[in-house]
């Protein structure tokens, strides 16, 4: 079956504009997370979204980051006033479930390159 | 706080085995995750461990001391393909934290 999708793969922007990154995740999968992920380092956590719940955005780094999710399935994350600091690759990934058992296996997309100028 | 602890990086031998530490502290623990990432790409599954002991899969095994807070990944029969980013992610609750990975490289 499909797995999780995202796009764009590769994203430059200016400095100061904003952008939007689409996550799809794997049918039937209830929870969705996003990391961010700079060169040669470990994962970011930015936010979570399990079913109806609300959100867990404790990882979003500022106001700038927000992240919906509609009809429980596609989610977009919007970076407002991009920085360079904002450059790294942003990966999505869905799972089962999450209550912390083997559901909770994430299935990860291949990544949005995000390169601010 | 949260913390997951793994070593930077590593360096074995072709069909040699090699041992990858994680250890860790959360506030909660449904699980413990590897993942492997090779460069440019992203993580895929490797292993689960929720009770004490080693899970054993082909050549790659993990082993899990809860009481302890560690975990290991044991790779053997290394093969080139194997050079990649080792990720140990613990669950707790509805959370799940992962380690900065450990960075494998192997050599003829």
């Known amino acids: 079956g499909a797995g999780v999708s995202q796009s764009p793969s590769n994203k430059v922007t200016e400095k100061g504009k904003d952008v939007e990154l689409r996550c799809d995740p794997i049918?039937?999968?209830?929870?969705l997370y996003w990391y961010r992920q700079s060169l040669g380092q470990g994962l970011e956590f930015l936010i979570y979204?399990?079913?109806?719940?609300?959100?867990?955005k404790s990882g979003l780094p500022s106001d700038r980051f927000s992240a919906e999710r509609t009809g429980g399935s596609v989610s977009t994350l919007t970076i407002q006033r991009t920085q360079q600091e904002d450059s790294a690759v942003y990966l999505c990934?869905?799972?089962?479930?999450?209550?912390?058992?083997?559901?909770?296996?994430?299935?990860f997309g291949p990544g949005t390159r995000l390169t601010v100028l | 706080g949260q913390n997951i602890d793994q070593p930077t990086e590593m360096t074995a031998t072709e069909g040699a085995i090699v041992q990858i530490n994680c250890t860790y502290q959360?506030?909660?623990?449904?699980?413990l995750f590897w993942y492997q990432q090779h460069a440019g790409e992203a993580p895929t599954f490797l292993s689960y461990?929720?009770?004490?002991g080693l899970e054993e899969k082909g050549r790659f095994s993990s082993f899990l001391s809860r009481s302890k807070g560690y975990s290991y990944l044991l790779l053997k029969e290394l093969q080139m393909k194997d050079s990649a980013s080792y990720l140990c992610?613990?669950?707790?609750?509805?959370?799940?934290?992962f380690g900065a990975g450990t960075r494998l490289f192997v050599k003829a």
């Open positions: 979204f399990q079913g109806n719940s609300a959100p867990d």
């Open positions: 461990n929720v009770l004490d």
């Open positions: 959360t506030s909660g623990f449904n699980g």
């Open positions: 049918s039937g999968h209830t929870a």
């Open positions: 992610a613990v669950t707790g609750g509805f959370k799940t934290i």
């Open positions: 990934a869905s799972s089962l479930g999450g209550a912390g058992h083997i559901t909770d296996t994430q299935y």
